[in-house]
């Protein structure tokens, strides 16, 4: 079968619209010549890759995803080769998308993506921002070909590079009576009103501190913003538990925070690099990967010691 990458891009994005019309639009092509391009290919490789929707579209069906996650990934390695041969040059060239969970990004990504188009100013980078869910789904599909997340509810065929682990600690307000110790317990806040981070398998990880200790957290707030959290402890409406510390105890409104290390053996998050295993790395994914593990490494951007609540801004 000779597919040709026109063919294969009209696939994709009718599969991203989900519409013929708007991808039309978006290509800049006329409706019926995306029509004629899938009906081909749908012809060529006896797979129906969409199911019709009278004035409602297109879905994908089961056979028609898979093709259309391995067509993404052989049109990035496509347009990195297209890079790669008018550059003529030994740097390595290219554009990748690269998935990062939302708490991730604000503490981690300016200065990893700074860094990185100082040393490597050839390849741009996409920041697709989500939550486990998302990032995972977006990995599977092919949309992105790395992202940097946990490494929760991970399936087998996404492979995970460890980074680092961040250990959990308690933020409080500066006035909670257990704010100027060196390190708590977990138990001594049980009574205390618990300000939990809402989001998927995020949410799981923090009751899972709890049960370890046999504590029931009277959890008195749930919000997806890890920004709202802890604006709601500089307010003094509770504690919250947080592993990614930002490098200043003062809020967006202007409170300030505590975060004070826990004494009990709790499970840390592990931070990972993720990638799909069947997938050979393009030369610019690849840089990209190294980028991250030395940044994580001693003596890297983000060595551990520059993770604890002691190099805080005040």
């Not at 969409?50 to 028609?64: L, M, S």
């Not at 990195?80 to 998935?99: L, S």
């Not at 860094?115 to 050839?122: D, K, L, M, N, S």
């Not at 709790?266 to 991250?292: D, S």
Request: with cysteine; glycine share 6%.
């Amino acid at each position: 079968m000779n597919v040709s990458l026109r063919a294969l891009r009209y696939v994709v994005t009718t599969a991203d619209f989900g519409n013929l019309t708007e991808a039309a639009k978006h290509l800049n092509v006329s409706q019926p010549s995306i029509s004629a391009a899938i009906a081909q290919f749908e012809a060529d490789c006896g797979v129906q890759l969409f199911v019709r929707h009278h004035a409602k579209g297109v879905t994908t069906t089961i056979a028609g995803t898979r093709i259309i996650n391995e067509a993404r990934l052989l049109l990035n390695h496509a347009r990195d080769f297209g890079h790669n041969a008018r550059a003529m040059a030994d740097e390595v060239r290219g554009e990748i998308t690269v998935g990062c969970f939302w708490t991730i990004a604000t503490h981690f990504m300016p200065s990893l993506l700074s860094r990185f188009a100082e040393t490597h100013p050839g390849i741009s980078i996409s920041l697709d921002e989500g939550d486990q869910q998302q990032i995972l789904d977006a990995i599977i599909s092919g949309r992105t070909e790395l992202a940097i997340s946990y490494e929760f509810a991970r399936p087998d065929e996404v492979m995970a590079e460890p980074l680092t682990e961040l250990p959990p600690y308690a933020v409080l307000h500066p006035d909670h009576p257990l704010a100027a110790r060196e390190r708590i317990s977990l138990l001594e806040l049980r009574d205390d009103p618990f300000i939990l981070l809402d989001l998927p398998h995020s949410r799981d990880y923090f009751m899972s501190l709890f049960n370890t200790l046999g504590i029931d957290p009277k959890i008195a707030f749930r919000s997806r913003a890890y920004d709202l959290t802890r604006g709601l402890v500089g307010h003094g409406r509770g504690y919250t538990i947080q592993n990614v510390l930002p490098r200043t105890q003062v809020t967006h409104d202007g409170g300030r925070v505590v975060a004070v290390p826990l004494t009990d053996a709790l499970e840390p998050v592990r931070l990972v690099a993720l990638k799909l295993r069947r997938q050979a790395p393009r030369p610019a994914v690849e840089v990209f990967a190294r980028h991250l593990k030395a940044s994580f490494s001693a003596g890297g951007m983000f060595e551990p010691g520059t993770l604890t609540p002691r190099s805080t801004v005040r």
